[in-house]
């Protein structure tokens, strides 16, 4: 068996955005005893990563170490067609990535006890990202 749905996610900015509960409530009581669910984001600047949930001071590292590894305003970025934002958000969307596959277990989500579906917008501006999922049982 194998199903489809899309969920949208806005976004204020730049950010991580927890979308776990979003992801199950769009199955309801679709999810199979035993499966895999998998998450594409259908954008290059975005990405979707599985994080710590819990504490705000993981993200808040996270957010910290990968402006770091890709900030805004070098000299040498070339694309920046919309903004200064433009190169940066896909480089680390290129780095964290745009799809992740979930086990599914006991008809929900088999996540560890401290993890989390996080959107990562990478945009300074508000964006309405679409993740579509498929789950294979």
């Known amino acids: 068996m194998q199903?489809?749905?899309?969920?949208?996610?806005?976004?204020?900015g730049k950010g991580l955005y927890e979308i776990t509960s979003s992801v199950s409530f769009a199955w309801g009581n679709d999810f199979p005893s035993?499966?895999?669910?998998h998450l594409f984001l259908?954008?290059?600047?975005?990405?979707?990563?599985?994080?710590?949930n819990a504490a705000p001071e993981a993200r808040m590292d996270l957010e910290t170490f990968m402006?770091?590894?890709a900030p805004q305003g070098e000299a040498w970025h070339q694309h920046t067609d919309e903004g200064p934002d433009d190169s940066p958000s896909h480089m680390r969307s290129a780095i964290t990535g745009c799809s992740l596959w979930v086990?599914?277990?006991a008809g929900r989500l088999h996540l560890?006890?401290?993890?989390?579906?996080f959107l990562w917008e990478h945009r300074d501006r508000p964006h309405q990202r679409n993740v579509?999922?498929?789950l294979v049982n």
Do not use: N
Not at 34 to 37: C, I, N, V
Not at 112 to 117: D, E, F, N, P, R
């Open 3 to 12: 199903l489809s749905r899309e969920i949208a996610v806005p976004t204020q």
């Open 34 to 37: 035993q499966g895999l669910l």
């Open 42 to 52: 259908r954008h290059t600047s975005a990405s979707l990563i599985i994080q710590e």
């Open 67 to 69: 402006e770091r590894l």
């Open 103 to 105: 086990p599914v277990s």
């Open 112 to 117: 560890g006890t401290w993890q989390g579906i």
């Open 132 to 134: 579509w999922m498929t």
